[in-house]
């Protein structure tokens, strides 16, 4: 039997109990099968539910990534779940960026964060996070998902096969994972909320893969890397000057080094 075979093999009680005393009414679902885990908490949002949500599925049918790209992920080489919380920070930059530190730190030492909000590992993609919000009557509910490499898998159609946790945690499995994740993402938010961004930039640049690189963005700069602000944006020294890149729906890639001079 497959740990995903077994009903049991989900720590859904253990991560309720961590969680509970921090969020009252949160609950913790795991599903057989889903189209998206942030599509349902989405539709839940506009439909007014407001409750604290872990959603688990062990496979999504139409897995969303950032900039209208499909997530795709196999039952048990990976873990896909979307948390939905209740939040109003002061000040929302940098969310994106705070979730990806909190996995990145509660993982391993040697996983890497490339802006705004993919983990990284030797060079290749380990991770991705999916933030979306739904405002309704002056309450926003946040919509956080995540979808995290376990063991390794073909490139299909990409340059380079994406890394696996399994290669840095050889004995990890998707439940274990979640339940390393999960508590301190979510202390992590409620952190967030009262603080926002500025005391996480350190810790968020002791890891940043772009740091001191020369990239090109979807939108048409080209630089060198600088690090961030304490919004989270992220500082390129262009041609035209030092600019900031602010939008998430950016996308950042390193330049060959051939073509950086
Ligand atoms: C990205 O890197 O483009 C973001 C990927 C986010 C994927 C996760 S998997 C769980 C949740 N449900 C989705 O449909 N997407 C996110």
């Known amino acids: 039997m497959t740990p995903l075979d077994s009903p049991t093999a989900w720590p859904a009680e253990a991560i309720w109990e961590q969680v509970f005393p921090l969020l009252p009414n949160f609950t913790v679902e795991i599903l057989p099968e889903i189209d998206s885990t942030n599509s ?25 990534g950032r900039m209208g790209r499909v997530w795709q992920s196999q039952a048990g080489d990976s873990l896909t779940f979307s948390l939905s919380l209740p939040m109003s920070p002061k000040d929302w930059s940098g969310l994106s960026l705070a979730v990806g530190l909190s996995l990145a730190e509660s993982l391993h ?52 096969a994406p890394a696996a946790l399994t290669e840095l945690l050889p004995q990890l499995t998707a439940p274990a994972c979640l339940a390393q ?29 772009l740091k001191g690189q ?48």
């Open 214 to 261: 020369r990239v090109h963005t979807s939108d048409g700069l080209q630089g060198l890397c600088l690090g961030l602000t304490p919004g989270g944006a992220l500082r390129l020294q262009t041609d035209l000057g030092v600019q900031e890149i602010h939008s998430a729906e950016v996308s950042v890639r390193p330049l060959p080094k051939d073509t950086s001079s």
């Open 40 to 64: 349902e908490l989405m539709r839940r949002a506009r439909a007014g539910q407001h409750e604290p949500t872990l959603l688990v599925a062990e496979r999504q049918s139409a897995g969303r």
């Open 109 to 160: 030492a040697e996983v890497g964060l490339k802006w705004p909000n993919d983990l990284w590992f030797k060079a290749r993609k380990l991770g991705g996070i999916l933030v979306e919000a739904a405002s309704m009557g002056g309450r926003s509910q946040v919509v956080i998902g995540v979808g995290l490499n376990i063991r390794p898998r073909p490139a299909e159609g990409l340059s380079t």
């Open 181 to 209: 994740v999960v508590p301190p993402l979510i202390r992590a938010m409620l952190d967030f909320e009262r603080t926002g961004f500025a005391p996480l930039q350190s810790r968020f640049e002791a890891r940043d893969v």
